[in-house]
Protein backbone atom coordinates (compact mmCIF):
# COMPACT_ATOMS: atom_id res chain seq x y z
CA UNK A 1 0.00 0.00 0.00
CA UNK A 2 1.23 3.58 -0.93
CA UNK A 3 -0.35 6.95 0.20
CA UNK A 4 0.20 9.59 -1.86
CA UNK A 5 -0.34 13.55 -0.83
CA UNK A 6 -0.15 16.07 -2.99
CA UNK A 7 0.62 19.80 -2.83
CA UNK A 8 1.97 22.81 -4.08
CA UNK A 9 -1.19 23.77 -6.01
CA UNK A 10 -2.40 27.49 -6.35
CA UNK A 11 -3.25 30.48 -8.43
CA UNK A 12 -0.89 31.78 -10.51
CA UNK A 13 -0.83 33.79 -14.06
CA UNK A 14 -0.35 32.99 -17.04
CA UNK A 15 3.63 32.16 -18.10
CA UNK A 16 4.34 32.06 -14.25
CA UNK A 17 6.03 29.04 -12.75
CA UNK A 18 4.76 26.33 -10.06
CA UNK A 19 6.29 23.07 -8.52
CA UNK A 20 4.18 20.55 -7.56
CA UNK A 21 4.99 18.15 -5.27
CA UNK A 22 3.58 14.29 -4.07
CA UNK A 23 4.92 12.46 -1.09
CA UNK A 24 4.96 9.20 -0.55
CA UNK A 25 4.43 7.02 2.67
CA UNK A 26 6.16 2.94 3.01
CA UNK A 27 9.68 2.15 2.30
CA UNK A 28 8.77 1.12 -1.32
CA UNK A 29 8.47 3.82 -3.00
CA UNK A 30 12.13 3.25 -4.55
CA UNK A 31 9.94 0.58 -6.58
CA UNK A 32 7.33 2.12 -7.93
CA UNK A 33 7.48 4.24 -11.53
CA UNK A 34 5.78 7.88 -10.76
CA UNK A 35 3.48 9.64 -12.70
CA UNK A 36 1.73 12.96 -12.71
CA UNK A 37 -1.95 13.29 -14.35
CA UNK A 38 -4.66 16.31 -14.60
CA UNK A 39 -8.19 16.31 -14.77
CA UNK A 40 -10.54 19.12 -15.47
CA UNK A 41 -14.83 18.93 -14.55
CA UNK A 42 -16.48 16.73 -17.60
CA UNK A 43 -13.07 15.28 -18.84
CA UNK A 44 -10.99 12.19 -18.24
CA UNK A 45 -7.99 11.96 -16.45
CA UNK A 46 -5.16 12.85 -18.79
CA UNK A 47 -1.65 11.55 -18.47
CA UNK A 48 1.22 14.59 -17.80
CA UNK A 49 4.57 13.11 -17.48
CA UNK A 50 5.92 9.76 -16.07
CA UNK A 51 8.96 9.20 -14.64
CA UNK A 52 10.63 5.74 -14.10
CA UNK A 53 12.43 4.53 -10.41
CA UNK A 54 16.14 4.92 -11.36
CA UNK A 55 14.76 8.72 -13.19
CA UNK A 56 16.57 7.37 -15.91
CA UNK A 57 13.61 7.71 -18.26
CA UNK A 58 10.99 10.39 -18.26
CA UNK A 59 7.63 11.12 -20.61
CA UNK A 60 5.62 13.52 -21.60
CA UNK A 61 2.24 14.62 -23.16
CA UNK A 62 2.96 16.49 -26.12
CA UNK A 63 1.10 19.64 -24.56
CA UNK A 64 3.15 19.81 -22.28
CA UNK A 65 6.52 19.09 -23.17
CA UNK A 66 9.32 21.62 -23.38
CA UNK A 67 7.81 23.48 -20.21
CA UNK A 68 7.27 20.98 -17.59
CA UNK A 69 9.83 18.72 -15.67
CA UNK A 70 9.22 15.56 -13.99
CA UNK A 71 11.63 14.89 -11.08
CA UNK A 72 11.62 12.39 -7.82
CA UNK A 73 13.96 12.12 -4.63
CA UNK A 74 13.82 8.49 -3.71
CA UNK A 75 15.79 9.07 -0.70
CA UNK A 76 13.08 11.52 0.52
CA UNK A 77 10.06 9.47 -1.11
CA UNK A 78 8.85 12.47 -3.27
CA UNK A 79 8.34 13.24 -6.82
CA UNK A 80 8.12 16.47 -8.05
CA UNK A 81 6.27 18.49 -11.21
CA UNK A 82 8.13 21.57 -12.10
CA UNK A 83 6.20 23.65 -14.45
CA UNK A 84 7.37 26.67 -16.67
CA UNK A 85 5.33 29.44 -18.67
CA UNK A 86 1.87 27.91 -17.70
CA UNK A 87 -1.50 29.16 -19.64
CA UNK A 88 -4.61 28.73 -19.03
CA UNK A 89 -4.75 25.51 -20.53
CA UNK A 90 -3.09 24.11 -17.72
CA UNK A 91 -5.56 24.46 -15.13
CA UNK A 92 -6.85 21.27 -13.92
CA UNK A 93 -6.51 19.10 -10.45
CA UNK A 94 -3.53 17.39 -10.96
CA UNK A 95 -2.37 14.11 -9.61
CA UNK A 96 0.27 11.96 -8.65
CA UNK A 97 0.08 8.20 -9.34
CA UNK A 98 2.46 5.21 -8.56
CA UNK A 99 2.94 1.83 -10.30
CA UNK A 100 5.16 -1.12 -8.38
CA UNK A 101 7.43 -2.60 -11.23
CA UNK A 102 10.23 -4.77 -11.24
CA UNK A 103 12.57 -2.49 -13.49
CA UNK A 104 14.29 -0.20 -12.67
CA UNK A 105 13.67 1.86 -16.00
CA UNK A 106 9.93 0.75 -16.58
CA UNK A 107 7.57 3.83 -16.91
CA UNK A 108 4.66 4.58 -18.53
CA UNK A 109 1.39 6.62 -19.61
CA UNK A 110 -1.04 4.46 -19.50
CA UNK A 111 -3.80 5.81 -16.53
CA UNK A 112 -5.21 1.95 -16.28
CA UNK A 113 -1.45 0.85 -15.39
CA UNK A 114 -1.25 3.03 -12.08
CA UNK A 115 -2.69 1.09 -8.78
CA UNK A 116 -2.08 4.60 -6.63
CA UNK A 117 -3.72 7.80 -6.12
CA UNK A 118 -3.30 10.78 -4.47
CA UNK A 119 -6.42 13.49 -3.97
CA UNK A 120 -5.13 16.15 -6.14
CA UNK A 121 -3.97 19.35 -5.62
CA UNK A 122 -5.74 21.88 -7.97
CA UNK A 123 -3.56 24.35 -9.93
CA UNK A 124 -5.24 27.62 -11.48
CA UNK A 125 -4.34 29.77 -14.25
CA UNK A 126 -5.75 32.95 -14.63
CA UNK A 127 -5.06 35.38 -17.79
Known amino acids: QVLLVESGGGLVQAGDSLTLSCVASGRTFSSHAMGWFRQIPGNEREFVAAISVNAGTTDYADSVKGRFTISRDNAWNKVYLHMDNLTLDDTAVYYC????????????????????WGQGTQVTVSS
Open 97 to 116: AAKPVNSYSFYTAFRSSYEY
